[in-house]
């Protein structure tokens, strides 16, 4: 097992450590306002040993790498660029004339 994966597995002990702890407070907390925050932290907690678990997964190789969708339409667009030509925009009634933006901001 690589220095990695153990030291993964020692955070995931700890962090499970952690939870067990603010379960057991959340379970004899009195005020309402004790009881959320505790709740949140937990949650935080059990976020963290999923996210831990994940890295172990991925350090072992056992997470398969998947190709991702070619972008369409919007999606293909660089932030910051709108959606719409110029024409389109003129059909749907705004005034192009008076636009500050060059040719760049609109898709082609």
Same mark, same amino acid.
Do not use: W
């Given at each position: ?19 067990? /702890?603010? @379960?057991? +407070? *959340? ?5 309402? $306002?004790?009881? #959320?925050?505790? &709740? ?6 059990? /976020?963290? @040993?999923? +996210? *831990? ?5 991925? $350090?072992?190789? #056992?997470?398969? &790498? ?43």
């Amino acid at each position: 097992m690589s220095t990695a994966i153990h030291a993964l597995k020692q955070a995931i002990e700890l962090e499970q450590q952690a939870l067990d /702890q603010y @379960i057991i +407070a *959340l379970d004899s907390a009195v005020h309402e $306002e004790t009881k #959320q925050t505790l &709740k949140e932290y937990a949650d935080d907690k059990q /976020q963290k @040993i999923d +996210a *831990l678990s994940f890295l172990i997964m991925a $350090e072992n190789g #056992q997470l398969e &790498k998947t190709e991702s969708e070619p972008m369409t339409g919007g999606q293909k667009l660089a932030a910051g660029k709108c959606p719409f030509s110029k024409k389109e925009l003129s059909d749907m009634g705004f005034d192009m004339s008076k636009s500050t933006f060059d040719d760049e901001h609109f898709k082609s």
